[in-house]
């Protein structure tokens, strides 16, 4: 699996030239949502989804927040709105959730997987089901994991 995150446009299209698998951005935005140079265009949105890929929705504040901005209050509301662009964009099973846990700044409902229920909490809260949680929290991810490893 390679993961599509911190490439370039160019490398997100080559590597959709040349992938036999699945494509994935395991801690991606939409930049339709927030235009961060490392969030993925509807273009690549739609490569991702044609391959029977993935995105990981990143949690960063600067890749969430429509104004790129690192405040870190309110971000659960963000955060919705980037998850449900993906899914009426690509569709519930290639979306997940890719927090980048791991150095970036972390809105403050959301700065550690302890918070994971704020997340999960709002999503009911907007309509969506536990079938369809499951997907986000780590059903689409084992998908990836065995259409990419197990072949």
């Given at each position: 699996m390679i993961d599509l995150s911190h490439l370039n446009?160019?490398?997100?299209?080559?590597?959709?030239?040349?992938?036999?698998?699945?494509?994935v951005a395991?801690?991606?935005?939409?930049?339709?949502?927030c235009p961060s140079a490392r969030n993925l265009t509807d273009q690549q949105l739609d490569l991702i989804k044609?391959?029977?890929?993935?995105?990981?929705?990143?949690?960063?504040?600067g890749d969430v927040r429509p104004d790129g901005g690192m405040n870190k209050e309110g971000g659960l509301?963000?955060?919705?709105q980037?998850?449900?662009?993906?899914?009426?964009?690509?569709?519930i099973e290639h979306v997940a959730f890719g927090s980048?846990?791991?150095?970036?700044?972390?809105?403050?409902e959301l700065k550690d997987a302890a918070h994971?229920?704020?997340l999960i909490a709002e999503l009911q809260n907007a309509g969506y089901t536990n079938d369809q949680l499951s997907l986000l929290t780590?059903?689409?991810?084992l998908r990836i994991l065995n259409e990419t490893w197990n072949s």
């Open positions: 446009q160019n490398g997100v299209r080559d590597v959709a030239n040349i992938s036999k698998k699945p494509l395991t801690h991606s935005c939409a930049h339709a949502v044609q391959s029977n890929g993935l995105v990981g929705c990143n949690f960063f504040v509301a963000y955060q919705l980037q998850i449900n662009y993906l899914v009426d964009k690509m569709g980048d846990f791991d150095g970036a700044t972390m809105p403050d994971y229920p704020n780590h059903r689409n991810f």
